[in-house]
């Protein structure tokens, strides 16, 4: 069975820092685009950052360069979202979600996905 769990979200200040973690069973994520989503109520769930299996293809949303960056563990089959200097707009239900080989766009183009992960940001 094809899994993708998240983890480490939670409440964090402004200017804060926080480490999501995708974690995948059932199949290699060495071999698969992971993808960040986040999504707010009532708006799209949009792409915050992309790692496909080419080390050249690696996305970031504008929101978010400079300050989230994403890394793979393949001896733990995991990827990682590093998020520092948080903002109150990063608030989100962020998921992570896989598609073979590269990275795309939008959330329809993606095969699986996890359960996600509350961030809130606030003071």
């Known amino acids: 069975q094809l899994q993708l769990v998240e983890s480490g979200g939670g409440l964090v200040q402004p200017g804060g820092s926080l480490r999501l973690s995708c974690a995948a069973s059932?199949?290699?994520?060495?071999?698969?685009?992971i993808g960040w989503f986040r999504q707010v109520p009532g708006k799209e769930r949009i792409l915050v950052s992309c790692?496909?299996?080419?080390?050249?293809?690696?996305l970031y949303a504008d929101s978010v360069k400079g300050r989230f960056t994403i890394s793979r563990d393949n001896a733990k089959n995991t990827v990682h979202l590093q998020m520092n200097s948080l903002k109150p707009e990063d608030t989100a239900v962020y998921y992570c979600?896989?598609?073979?080989?590269?990275?795309?766009?939008?959330?329809?183009?993606?095969?699986?996905w996890g359960q996600g992960t509350q961030v809130a940001v606030s003071s």
């Open positions: 059932g199949f290699t994520l060495r071999t698969y685009a």
């Open positions: 979600a896989a598609v073979p080989k590269i990275c795309w766009q939008y959330s329809y183009q993606y095969d699986y």
């Open positions: 790692t496909g299996t080419s080390v050249s293809n690696t």
